[in-house]
């Protein structure tokens, strides 16, 4: 079956622009979650979506924003870009099943570059 | 605020040889996930460990989740060349879905 698409694969802006990632989840997976990873910092939990809703958040800050549609695809935006931006922005599902839950499929992320 | 530790941070050896891979923290987990990563893409799952003492192996390589659920140990036996990777720990706790990452730890197998 497909795995996890995210585009775009590259991605420059400059700063003060704002930027919208796109990620397809797994078919039947309904949990799409969101990471940055940074050398610094390492990965780092932006925020989960469950059938539309946000569930869990990240501690970042209210410049990034997401959304899941009806067919769990899921978006995330980052508004008033900074340097600091500057990432690989990884997207995960699951089927989030409690009783069989078992990890994340990640996507190969989007690498952002800020200017 | 959970953290995990993993250790060591970098780690080059020759092919053939044994190596183990910590990852370490002073708060219970639901679970615990290791992943491995190659550059330029995501991580990929490579076991979930969720009991106490539960022990799992994938061919050359053998998890182990501490009894306690805080820790955990990653074990590779005759590391070859395409083992060479980034390994990362995650842990979960309770039923909220957020993966808390180790910093990850650069294995490279050397031929």
């Known amino acids: 079956k497909a795995g996890v698409t995210q585009t775009p694969r590259y991605l420059i802006k400059t700063r003060g622009q704002q930027v919208t990632l796109s990620c397809s989840p797994i078919?039947?997976?309904?949990?799409v979650s969101w990471y940055q990873q940074t050398p610094g910092q390492g990965l780092q939990f932006l925020f989960e979506?469950?059938?539309?809703?946000?569930?869990n958040k990240g501690n970042f800050p209210g410049r990034f924003s997401g959304r899941q549609f009806s067919n769990s695809r899921s978006e995330m935006n980052v508004s008033t870009l900074e340097l600091g931006d500057s990432a690989l922005y990884l997207c995960?599902?699951?089927?989030?099943?409690?009783?069989?839950?078992?990890?994340?499929?990640f996507g190969s992320g989007t690498r952002l570059t800020v200017v | 605020t959970q953290l995990l530790e993993q250790s060591p941070q970098f780690l080059s050896i020759q092919e053939g040889e044994n190596l183990t891979v910590y990852c370490n923290s002073s708060?219970?987990?639901?679970?615990l996930q290791w992943y491995r990563q190659e550059p330029g893409e995501g991580p990929v799952l490579l076991v979930t460990?969720?009991?106490?003492?539960e022990v799992k192996k994938l061919k050359r390589l053998t998890f182990q989740f501490g009894d306690a659920r805080k820790d955990s140990s990653l074990h590779i036996t005759a590391a070859q060349p395409g083992d060479t990777g980034l390994y990362l720990c995650?842990?979960?706790?309770?039923?909220?879905?957020?993966?808390?990452f180790g910093q990850g730890t650069t294995l490279q197998v050397k031929p």
């Open positions: 995960a599902s699951s089927t989030r099943d409690n009783s069989r839950w078992g990890g994340y499929t």
């Open positions: 979506y469950f059938s539309e809703t946000q569930r």
């Open positions: 708060s219970v987990f639901s679970s």
């Open positions: 995650a842990g979960t706790s309770g039923n909220t879905g957020k993966l808390i």
């Open positions: 460990v969720v009991t106490g003492g």
């Open positions: 078919s039947g997976h309904r949990s």
